[in-house]
């Protein structure tokens, strides 16, 4: 069960109308992008539930924007989002789904799109109070909110990755807060997110690539 203090009920900081559809919209955007880890040529958004319905009045279409842009929640820039994408040379759609049904009211599928033709999806869902969570990426399933330093490795499910993934963080003396271990199917794709409450050091990253099973490595730092 997830507890709301009262500065969560108070919000973020932030470019308004709304901690769930404004606040939490940039933040879900600006953790796919952080994510992605490479400049965006395009991005498609996917909008469901309260989002397809209210995204115009609450600004949540230039908050999306904003997010992939690295407009943080209190950014002016977010009003000017539309232009500023134009004036960078970003593409942009967005896709109103008001059909299918998603797990939270607060979601959107985010599809970015680099030049040399690199995709990456990630889904958010905007939980309240501007919080947030990554509950997919690249059509696995995953959980993690981005307040922690978070570690997202993307491995072939095969034995010894996990203690490998553990063993150079050990190595490093980082303190696991929460480690899971997502995937597709036994011997298939999957997503170790490993959550510290320090600052994980890219050195670990140049370890944990030793590893012929590990493919990519993302890394968000707060």
Same mark, same amino acid.
Request: with cysteine; proline share 3%; net charge negative.
């Given at each position: 069960?997830?507890?709301?203090?009262?500065?969560?009920?108070?919000?973020?900081?932030?470019?308004?109308?709304?901690?769930?559809?404004?606040?939490?919209?940039?933040?879900?955007?600006?953790?796919?992008?952080?994510?992605?880890?490479?400049?965006?040529?395009?991005?498609?958004?996917?909008?469901?539930?309260?989002?397809?319905?209210?995204?115009?009045?609450?600004?949540?279409?230039?908050?999306?924007?904003?997010?992939?842009?690295?407009?943080?929640?209190?950014?002016?820039?977010?009003?000017?989002?539309?232009?500023?994408?134009?004036?960078?040379?970003?593409?942009?759609?967005?896709?109103?789904?008001?059909?299918?049904?998603?797990?939270?009211?607060?979601? +959107?599928?985010? @599809?970015? $799109? *680099?030049?040399?033709?690199?995709?990456? =999806? &990630?889904?958010? /869902?905007?939980?309240?109070?501007?919080?947030?969570?990554?509950?997919?990426?690249?059509?696995?399933?995953?959980?993690?909110?981005?307040?922690?330093?978070?570690?997202?490795?993307?491995?072939?499910?095969?034995?010894?990755?996990?203690?490998?993934?553990?063993?150079?963080?050990?190595?490093?003396?980082?303190?696991?807060?929460?480690?899971?271990?997502?995937?597709?199917?036994?011997?298939?794709? +999957?997503?170790? @997110?490993? $959550? *510290?409450?320090?600052?994980?050091?890219? =050195? &670990?990253?140049? /370890?944990?690539?030793?590893?012929?099973?590990?493919?990519?490595?993302?890394?968000?730092?707060?």
């Amino acid at each position: 069960m997830d507890y709301i203090g009262i500065f969560d009920a108070i919000g973020p900081n932030m470019i308004g109308p709304s901690s769930s559809h404004t606040a939490g919209a940039v933040s879900m955007a600006l953790l796919a992008r952080k994510l992605f880890g490479r400049p965006i040529q395009k991005v498609t958004f996917t909008l469901y539930g309260s989002f397809a319905m209210t995204y115009k009045g609450h600004g949540t279409d230039k908050a999306l924007l904003g997010g992939t842009l690295g407009f943080a929640t209190d950014d002016e820039r977010i009003r000017d989002a539309f232009a500023i994408a134009e004036q960078r040379g970003i593409l942009y759609e967005f896709i109103i789904d008001g059909k299918t049904q998603t797990e939270h009211p607060n979601t +959107a599928d985010i @599809v970015m $799109e *680099s030049a040399d033709g690199y995709i990456q =999806s &990630v889904r958010g /869902e905007s939980t309240g109070g501007g919080k947030v969570k990554i509950v997919r990426i690249n059509n696995i399933d995953v959980e993690f909110t981005g307040e922690y330093s978070t570690l997202i490795v993307r491995q072939t499910d095969k034995p010894g990755i996990v203690a490998h993934i553990t063993q150079c963080l050990a190595n490093q003396d980082v303190n696991i807060a929460f480690m899971r271990l997502f995937r597709e199917d036994k011997g298939a794709a +999957a997503y170790t @997110v490993v $959550e *510290s409450d320090e600052k994980i050091p890219e =050195s &670990v990253l140049d /370890e944990m690539k030793s590893n012929p099973n590990v493919h990519e490595l993302m890394l968000i730092e707060v």
